[in-house]
């Protein structure tokens, strides 16, 4: 079992930065590859960044690449989502989730097993 809490969104202008904050529970985070998704009102829940369990591996959305950064602190138990650029049409409710190792593709939603209560970030033009 692993439980998730996001924190770090806020209200900013484009252009700007914000770096969200995913910690974990449970001593087998390392276990687990994680991502970030976004949901924005009338939308569907969409694929921003995942992270293999090493780090080593990162996957984005073409949308975010170039501005958003995923990372991990395995002995923090905590992943991380650096954003940067802001643009308006980033606003949304940003999610991190855990997948198992086993799982199937990092960007679809239903391969996750955890997911956090989300949090709203909002970007202004």
């Known amino acids: 079992q692993v439980q998730l809490v996001e924190s770090g969104g806020g209200l900013v202008q484009a252009g700007g930065s914000l770096r969200l904050s995913c910690p974990a529970s449970?001593?087998?985070?390392?276990?687990?590859?994680m991502g970030w998704f976004r949901q924005a009102p009338g939308k569907e829940r969409e694929f921003v960044a995942a992270?293999?369990?090493?780090?080593?591996?990162?996957y984005y959305a073409d949308s975010v690449k170039g501005r958003f950064t995923i990372s991990r602190d395995n002995a923090k138990n905590t992943v991380y989502l650096q954003m940067n650029s802001l643009k308006p049409e980033d606003t949304a409710v940003y999610y991190c989730?855990?997948?198992?190792?086993?799982?199937?593709?990092?960007?679809?939603?239903?391969?996750?097993?955890?997911w956090g209560q989300g949090t709203q970030v909002t970007v202004s033009s």
């Open positions: 989730a855990a997948r198992g190792l086993t799982g199937g593709s990092y960007y679809s939603p239903y391969e996750y097993d955890y």
């Open positions: 992270i293999s369990w090493s780090g080593g591996v990162t």
């Open positions: 449970g001593r087998t985070f390392r276990m687990y590859a």
